[in-house]
């Protein structure tokens, strides 16, 4: 099936698929994979050099992983601070904090340049709790931002949180207006569409079978072989199973959403008017917004763990967490309880040690470049891995390419099967710690314990 965003996009902007490739061809550059990735480092290769040779393929449509499915908020990094300068040290973490507000900002600029109806709306974002215990838990991030003259967030007084989110269920709240809301499946198709206009050269239902390293490398797909100067391989949680010196740089694990039948009275009566999206502070977060046309967008992540990196078919079928995500509706808006769900559909999200992608460059030839672990918070900083992977594939010297992100995983999970026994026991603690928290008993202490194991990299799966 097609999750409801890509649906939807190809039935307002048909458009052909481009044909599979069929015999050999050369290029200048490759790119593996038709998701936010690979089509923002063709487009920027495509900007900044126009007569570059681009070949994007593509193994399914463009949007048809991740970038089609995802949430639609496109947020920053500022939450990940901590993170960031744990990581990288102030000077570095102050960069990449203003450079991923600067990617939101960017991103509708491009949608007015090309004309590309993603329904981006800068609304902005809001950081909530919604019981006593996460009251207060986005304080210390807040002064950090503070003191390093960063900070895009205010904090809001109750009755107008609650007004802006649509719920009495939000007891706090931090507004920025450095973020903002899209129909991810338009996005990507209109990615598609200005990389064809510019002149990238794209393949549809070509997925990659084999890699030769080498000047040139050797690419070899089902009917046809590409010989190219530069290979990028953007290919995101696909990265793990392809390569098995990636297998255990990430854990996959699904978001899964909701969407609802169009209601845009009901939206009138609750408030929650703008395309504001607003998270609460778990570790696997509730994130929401409306769409233009009257519907709500509920979405919680850390649900579906997959052993071994393994591409499940949960993945391209209906959430399995449908009734979870709906219960949950009901409590932030009593108004749609009854409201019809119109889809749910879950998608596997590359979740990385640290919570942050990283890039590098991975053949001896020094010519194949990678991306991805943006652990299902990419609508925004796959525009900065744009900016990364184009700056490497041209051998720019550049603050991208001098980043320690570029230097590949920064950590790594244990082998299977500890991994994806661990990742159930710190899901299960986080579950048993935030249900006390709602009810207003103290978790159990080995519980809050297991959690911090998540809580380390910082809030996840929200877009």
């Known amino acids: 099936m097609r999750p409801f965003w890509l649906e939807q996009a190809l039935q307002q902007q048909p458009s052909p698929a481009c044909p599979p490739l069929s015999g050999d061809t050369t290029c200048q550059v490759a790119i593996v994979g038709g998701g936010y990735t690979g089509l923002w480092t063709a487009i920027m290769l495509k900007e900044q050099n126009p007569g570059l040779d681009v070949l994007l393929i593509?193994?399914?449509?463009?949007?048809?992983?991740a970038s089609g499915r995802n949430g639609g908020c496109a947020l920053s990094w500022s939450a990940?601070?901590?993170t960031l300068e744990r990581l990288f040290g102030v000077e570095e973490a102050v960069r990449l904090v203003k450079e991923s507000e600067q990617s939101i900002y960017a991103i509708g600029a491009f949608c007015e340049r090309y004309g590309v109806d993603a329904q981006y709306r800068l609304d902005g974002t809001l950081y909530t709790a919604t019981n006593p215990a996460q009251v207060g838990s986005t304080d210390g991030v807040i002064a950090a931002l503070e003191r390093r003259g960063i900070n895009s967030f205010d904090k809001r007084p109750l009755a107008d949180v609650q007004r802006m989110a649509g719920?009495?269920?939000?007891?706090?709240?931090?507004y920025s207006p450095a973020a903002a809301s899209v129909q991810p499946g338009l996005l990507v198709r209109g990615l598609r569409r200005v990389a064809l206009q510019l002149g990238v050269r794209i393949h549809e239902n070509t997925a990659m079978t084999g890699l030769e390293e080498g000047r040139p490398a050797l690419l070899r797909t089902p009917l046809g072989q590409i010989r190219a100067e530069r290979v990028v391989l953007a290919m995101n949680a696909w990265m793990a199973r392809a390569f098995p010196q990636f297998e255990r740089s990430v854990a996959i694990v699904s978001s899964d959403m909701l969407i609802t039948e169009p209601r845009p009275q009901?939206?009138?009566?609750?408030?929650?008017?703008?395309?504001?999206?607003?998270?609460?502070?778990?570790?696997?977060?509730?994130?929401?917004h409306n769409t233009p046309d009257g519907r709500i967008m509920l979405g919680k992540g850390g649900n579906t763990f997959a052993y071994g990196g393994r591409m499940l078919p949960v993945f391209d079928q209906p959430s399995p967490y449908a009734g979870l995500l709906k219960r949950s509706l009901g409590q932030f808006f009593p108004a749609f309880a009854d409201v019809p769900v119109a889809a749910t559909w879950n998608g596997p999200s590359d979740r990385s040690v640290t919570g942050l992608p990283f890039f590098g460059q991975m053949s001896r030839a020094g010519n194949v470049f990678y991306g991805f672990g943006y652990s299902g918070s990419g609508v925004g900083p796959c525009h900065m891995g744009g900016q990364i992977l184009a700056s490497l594939v041209q051998g720019l010297d550049n603050p991208w390419t001098r980043s320690p992100l570029v230097n590949g995983p920064l950590g790594y999970f244990p082998p299977e099967p500890i991994r994806y026994l661990g990742s159930l026991v710190v899901r299960n603690a986080i579950r048993r710690k935030e249900r006390a928290e709602d009810h207003g008993r103290r978790p159990r202490h080995l519980d809050v314990r297991l959690a911090r194991f998540a809580a380390a990299a910082g809030k996840a799966d929200k877009g």
Do not use: M
């Open 167 to 174: 719920s009495s269920q939000h007891l706090e709240g931090w």
């Open 266 to 288: 009901l939206l009138q009566q609750i408030g929650l008017t703008s395309g504001v999206t607003v998270l609460d502070s778990r570790i696997f977060v509730h994130y929401y």
């Open 58 to 65: 593509e193994a399914d449509i463009c949007g048809a992983g």
């Open 80 to 82: 990940k601070y901590f």
